[in-house]
């Protein structure tokens, strides 16, 4: 005859078998359960974005989308400036014959016109287009005003705008800047290098 088998065995083996599997899935369910947001993650969502904030990031959309270079807006807290900066970064091949002053003013008063042109300034004149303006627009509710809304917002915040226009030559490491105020149809040359 052969040996005889224990019946309660195979119950214990089961009952293993079956604890093993309930730990398994409470460890992977562990896993699953969402996380807390950190102190920095709470502080950030309780931080309310302002007009203002979402004015200045429309503004650098809205003028990224139709400039050949890197485009960045700010606000200059101690100067109380909105800067609209724009780099151009002209790369030379190998052989090619240096690039003159006078082109590289040239691309500087084009990125100067983009940009006024695209805010409703006109760049011979230096005057604002009469009507609703897209920096206003930028910097206001969409649809409706508020009664508590200056009265002078459009004037304020051109004449509170400037354009950093540079241009730099990658392989001369030549360089040259502009800085102009939005509104007008002046420029005056900061460095060339």
Known sequence: MGTKRDPWQGISNMKIS????????????????????TKTVRHL???????FDLGIV??????????????????????????????RINRMSRGEKNR?????????????HKIRKDLNVNPATGQIDPGYTTLENCFSHAGYTEKEEPTNLKDELYNM?????????????????????????????VKFN
């Open 18 to 37: 079956i604890v093993i599997l309930i730990l398994v899935i409470l460890n992977f369910g562990a896993g699953i359960s969402p996380a807390e947001p």
């Open 45 to 51: 969502m309780m931080e309310p974005a302002t007009m």
């Open 58 to 87: 429309r503004l650098e959309n809205l003028l990224r989308n139709n400039q050949p270079g890197i485009l960045a807006v700010s606000y200059d807290w101690e100067r109380n400036k909105i800067q609209i900066n724009v780099v």
């Open 100 to 112: 003159s002053a006078e082109d590289l003013r040239r691309l500087i008063v084009q990125d100067i």
């Open 161 to 189: 705008t400037e354009i950093s226009a540079k241009v730099i030559v990658h392989r001369e490491e030549v360089f040259l800047e502009a800085m102009v105020p939005l509104k007008g149809n002046r420029i005056e040359w």
